[in-house]
């Protein structure tokens, strides 16, 4: 039976194209096994224990949870010195900040996110490396996979929600785990969605109008990203509690 391949964690059929198995997700080189030589009275996985090395993703969360506030403190800057500005040139008054002053804000607040983007990719592909480790299985998405899609815009908020899900399943999960997921996804999505609209409706407005509207978004806007920060801080520490437990249980 060359044409197919047996997974002897549990014992599903595979073709053999398949790199891992469709089921469990366990890599065809760690659980692959001839199904002819499967025994049909011992049902016990054949591919068992820990696989691999335990790496602590502490560290990396401590950094991805400063420059999320970062991003979160600064973008509240540049809102407010926005909102600001825009406010004094409605009343007729004299610019205070000058457009290299905005553009400044501006480009650190990009570098911080991006920053911050990068470090969240890091820590949540180590998370999911570290389940075999830690004998939870195999993910449906690899560590590359995970880290790379991680760093696309709009996408990584998408696929954040799928990814914590399935991690928080195999440390022992509970009923608040979704919604913690939700608190600190759902507000990025309504930042995004936020932004696609003003961007489609402003273009209709007259000037006034799509500036008061602008501005009403935006202020909605940071409120939000405010309340996904910090969710997704906790969310982060939720996770690193449970792995360090999981981790200090079996002693890895």
């Known amino acids: ?6 997974c002897g964690q549990c014992r599903s059929i595979n073709q053999h194209r398949d790199k891992r ?10 659980g692959g096994v001839d199904p002819l030589k499967l025994s049909v009275t011992d049902r016990a996985p054949i591919a068992t224990g820990p696989t691999g090395v335990y790496r602590s993703t502490r560290g990396m969360a401590l950094l991805t949870s400063i420059l999320i506030l970062a991003a979160v403190a600064v973008s ?16 007729g008054g004299r610019a205070t900040v000058t457009g290299e002053g905005i553009g400044s804000m501006i480009l650190i607040l990009i570098s911080v996110v991006a920053l911050a983007t990068i470090t969240w990719a890091t820590w949540i592909s180590r998370v999911v490396g570290n389940l075999p480790a830690l004998d939870l299985g195999y993910s449906l998405f690899t560590p590359r996979i995970v880290f790379f899609e ?6 990584n908020v998408r696929r954040m929600h799928g990814v914590m899900k399935d ?20 507000p ?12 489609r409706v402003t273009i209709f407005l007259p000037m ?20 996904s920060g910090l969710f997704l801080v906790a969310l982060i520490w939720r996770v690193e509690r449970r792995m360090r437990g999981r981790a200090a249980e079996i002693g890895a």
Not at 1 to 6: E, F, G
Not at 150 to 155: E, G, H, M, T, V
Not at 208 to 227: H, N, Y
Request: with cysteine; charged share 15%.
């Open 1 to 6: 039976m060359k044409d197919v391949w047996a």
């Open 21 to 30: 198995c469709y089921n469990c997700h366990t890599p065809r080189a760690i």
């Open 208 to 227: 006034d109008a799509a500036i008061q509207f602008a501005t009403v978004m935006r202020e909605i806007s940071l409120g939000l990203q405010i309340v």
């Open 76 to 91: 509240l800057i540049v809102s407010v010195a926005g909102l600001e500005e825009i406010e004094t040139l409605r009343s």
């Open 167 to 186: 991690v928080l399943a195999r440390f022992r999960p509970s009923p608040r785990d979704h919604v913690a997921i939700t608190a600190a996804w759902f």
């Open 188 to 199: 990025l999505v309504l930042t995004v969605s936020i932004s696609v609209l003003v961007f």
């Open 150 to 155: 991680s760093l696309i815009p709009i996408y």
